[in-house]
């Protein structure tokens, strides 16, 4: 069983920066592919980036060149630095677990933080 809490959403102006944590629960965190994922108000979750165990990234077409993700393993948290912001990245942002290896859609993952507010403002 794996828990994950997110911190660090907040209000921004458009092009400015934010850097979501994600810290998880568990010994073995490092097995596991972790994920951001976002939700904006009448639209559905949607696959923001993600990174392995062992470090492979893969991201939205949408956040390429802007997000960022990272994991520590030491300290089980993944990171997703989130720069040039735009208003039309304000959603809820979820961080995920998967035994999968690079997964990209929300049925793939197995464990969902409780989420974190992101509102870019124009």
């Known amino acids: 069983q794996v828990q994950l809490v997110e911190s660090g959403g907040g209000l921004v102006q458009a092009g400015g920066s934010l850097r979501l944590s994600c810290a998880a629960s568990g010994r073995t965190f490092s097995i596991y592919a972790m994920g951001w994922f976002r939700q904006a108000p009448g639209k559905e979750r949607e696959f923001v980036a993600t990174i392995s165990g062992g470090g492979t990234t893969k991201y939205a077409d949408s956040v390429k060149g802007r997000f960022t993700i990272s994991r520590d393993n030491a300290k089980n948290t993944v990171y997703l630095q989130m720069n040039s912001l735009k208003p039309e990245d304000t959603a809820v942002y979820y961080c995920?677990?998967?035994?999968?290896?690079?997964?990209?859609?929300?049925?793939?993952?197995?464990?969902w933080g409780q989420g974190t507010q992101v509102t870019v403002s124009s």
């Open positions: 995920a677990g998967s035994l999968w290896t690079v997964p990209t859609t929300p049925t793939q993952y197995n464990y």
